[in-house]
């Protein structure tokens, strides 16, 4: 199995969930939550692993943050059982379970300093108090907010405060982190920043951290494995990249960077290739790998755009296979890419992300041009649902 | 600068005036050496004076004070708890109404919620002996039943704008529901309940109309002894009385002010601070 070194020296294992013998530590079973006529979670089954940073990614409404607030205590599920390192939680009490959570709006307490804040879950544990200094300056200093221990959360910054919120779900040293939305609050440029950090103390502590957020960029940085939800089901679980190359359904790929769809139907379906018949393209689609579906069956092919490319002249190699014109309508440039949106001439529009490689050529592509577009046969993802 | 026109001087002018007027003329009228009320005889204290020898007034004003003190404090106990019910209970069938029902008593005539509370009290001595007669407990319950919905109000308003997910992070952290409450709820609203606390007092220190009703022989608080003297007839004695009653009052009211404004600037400057280091 394979074995990286962190920062301080711990060995985890990269990736546990492809190790058979490796139990579970989180498992969620078959867990639906109901409000009402309204199914907020949909039976839900995951196993999450020690030392993961796994992340629950959807959007508003996706029941992300319901199945969250289960796995606090704060929701019971109306059927399902969630299991901790083997323990099951049905009859536990948010206040005895070896779970924190750090809240969207931090929750600090306002009329307690930094400090006592910190202190506050030690405290209700009855730990002794030159135990309970120790531990919370050395998550101060893990948080980098020594100096600003006596102060009240009004007096810090929203950078600070979320720093305090982390702290103070740490302290207790629980078996899982859940973090809702924990950056959701910061702007820009110190939630870019915040994500590495938020990486590095979860790897100095070891904790399992499951984290929700809506932001797709946010959950690929971070997360050791994530799973995307849809109106309270899972659409699907993998790593970053499993998800981004590999989608499993049309509302993965969407939901995940951009792609353009081309509906087509399977013309010919052998284990080394797959052809596709596709007006939308207005060419045939041809993928290098064998796909599980009868001939005949209408499917979807998603490209990223950056898997396409463009050129005036006809590609050199031209099997009439994914190669396919059309006329540029819109460019955008972003200095070290350019986003082309092409109308092809069945009509459609497919948007290609370029890298800038040269400085302003003589003759850059422009509005209106003749372009032709292509990609590799790797590049499309067969898709039926 | 703006030029004010005459017309809104003379707007301004007289709001104030219509406002002021009849206190400012009750506190000078209160320094009259006169014993007839509406003839000026020259300035004079002795009415102050008067009134601290007036044994009656002296134990109607004590008697007033306890009252006040003690219903405020009852109230504000179980204003919170419905304050705290109705902020926290969750949704269901009938909570409007339930929510309306608590806060009627803030629109029901005295008159009703005093002769109501008469009703009962004479009844409930029938049937077991207490409260027995009327006077000082009887005052408190009726005092309490009317001011309770005021401290629920404050204190559910307060509670709703609290978020709530500060004491689930607190259940979180191991804290169990009631501990929660002490360590946490309260201290976080207490503004809201002593704000709550003050209105009861004054309330109750103030009411008339109940408190005639449910009153027993032995206990006169002070607006009963002021309105009935004034029936026989205004003194300047009373008019000292009402000048005393209107400083306490200003007091209260520019202290609580000088507070409030300091806990502003305070606050003001703690955030200069956090957003300077935050750079």
Redesign the interface.
């Known amino acids: 199995m394979a074995q990286t070194t962190t920062q301080s020296g711990r060995k985890i294992k990269l990736e546990p969930w492809q190790d058979p013998k490796e139990q579970p530590y989180l498992r969620i079973e078959k867990v639906t939550k109901k409000f009402g006529d309204f199914t907020a979670v949909d039976d839900v089954s995951l196993s999450i692993y020690r030392g993961e940073f796994f992340s629950l990614l959807g959007g508003s409404g996706s029941g992300k943050t319901t199945l969250l607030r289960m796995l606090a205590g704060f929701e019971t599920p109306t059927s399902g059982k969630i299991f901790i390192d083997g323990v099951d939680m049905s009859n536990i009490p948010p206040y005895e379970r070896p779970v924190n959570m750090m809240f969207q709006s931090y929750a600090l307490f306002p009329h307690m300093t930094v400090e006592q804040n910190i202190a506050f879950g030690l405290k209700q544990d009855r730990v002794p108090r030159d135990q309970i200094r120790v531990r919370v300056a050395e998550v101060l200093d893990l948080v980098q907010l020594g100096r600003f221990a006596k102060r009240r959360p009004h007096q810090l910054s929203g950078g600070q405060r979320q720093r305090v919120a982390l702290a103070r779900s740490l302290v207790k040293r629980p078996k899982l982190l859940l973090l809702d939305e924990p950056l959701g609050a910061l702007d820009r440029r110190l939630r870019e920043q915040t994500q590495f950090e938020l990486v590095n103390i979860q790897e100095q502590v070891g904790i399992t951290f499951v984290i929700v957020t809506h932001d797709q960029e946010e959950a690929m940085t971070m997360s050791s494995r994530i799973a995307v939800m849809n109106s309270g089901w899972i659409a699907q679980v993998g790593t970053p990249a499993q998800i981004y190359e590999y989608p499993a359904t049309k509302f993965v790929a969407e939901f995940i960077g951009s792609v353009n769809m081309f509906a087509g139907r399977i013309l010919e379906d052998e284990p080394d290739h797959v052809l596709i018949q596709s007006e939308e393209a207005g060419c045939d689609l041809y993928i290098n790998h064998g796909v599980p579906v009868p001939l005949g069956t209408p499917v979807s092919v998603a490209v990223r755009p950056e898997k396409m490319s463009i050129s005036r002249e006809p590609p050199p190699v031209d099997s009439g296979r994914n190669v396919t014109r059309g006329t540029v309508r819109e460019i955008a440039y972003l200095g070290n890419l350019s986003n082309y949106l092409i109308e092809l001439d069945s009509g459609k529009m497919v948007r290609i992300t370029q890298p800038n490689f040269n400085r302003l050529t003589e003759m850059p592509i422009t509005w209106e041009d003749r372009v032709h577009v292509s990609w590799q046969p790797f590049a499309g993802v067969v898709l039926t649902q | 600068m703006m030029r004010r026109s005459g017309f809104v001087l003379t707007m301004l002018a007289f709001g104030y005036a219509f406002l002021y007027v009849p206190i400012i003329l009750l506190i000078i009228y209160s320094f009259n050496e006169s014993r007839l009320v509406t003839v000026w005889g020259g300035w004079s204290t002795k009415w102050y004076v008067g009134l601290l020898h007036n044994q009656q007034m002296l134990s109607a004003a004590w008697l007033s004070l306890r009252i006040a003190a003690l219903s405020a404090t009852i109230s504000v106990i179980l204003g919170t708890m419905a304050g705290m019910a109705m902020a926290r209970f969750g949704r269901f069938k009938g909570r409007t109404l339930f929510g309306g029902m608590i806060t009627a008593p803030l629109v029901m005539p005295e008159v009703i919620t005093g002769l109501s509370l008469l009703l009962l009290f004479v009844s409930l001595e029938q049937l077991i002996g207490w409260p027995e007669g009327r006077g000082m407990t009887t005052i408190t319950i009726a005092h309490v039943t009317f001011t309770m919905a005021f401290v629920a109000v404050i204190v559910q308003s307060r509670l709703v704008s609290l978020?709530e997910?500060?004491e689930?992070?607190?259940?979180?952290?191991?804290?169990?529901p009631a501990?929660i409450f002490f360590v946490?709820t309260l201290?976080?609203i207490s503004p809201a309940i002593v704000s709550g606390w003050l209105l009861a007092f004054t309330l109750s220190l103030d009411d008339l109309v109940i408190a005639s009703f449910v009153s027993g022989p032995a206990s006169t608080t002070l607006p009963m002894v002021i309105f009935s003297s004034v029936r026989l007839g205004v003194t300047p004695e009373i008019n000292a009385l009402a000048t005393i009653i209107v400083a306490i009052v200003t007091t209260g009211i520019i202290a609580a002010g000088v507070i409030m404004a300091r806990q502003e600037r305070i606050?003001r400057i703690?955030?200069q601070?956090?957003?300077a280091?935050?750079a």
């Not at chain 2, 689930?168 to 169990?176: K, P, Q, S, T, V």
Request: charged letters at 35%; zero cysteines; proline letters at 4%.
């Open positions: 978020d997910s500060i689930e992070a607190a259940m979180d952290l191991g804290a169990r501990k946490i201290p976080i606050r703690d955030e601070m956090a957003s280091s935050n």
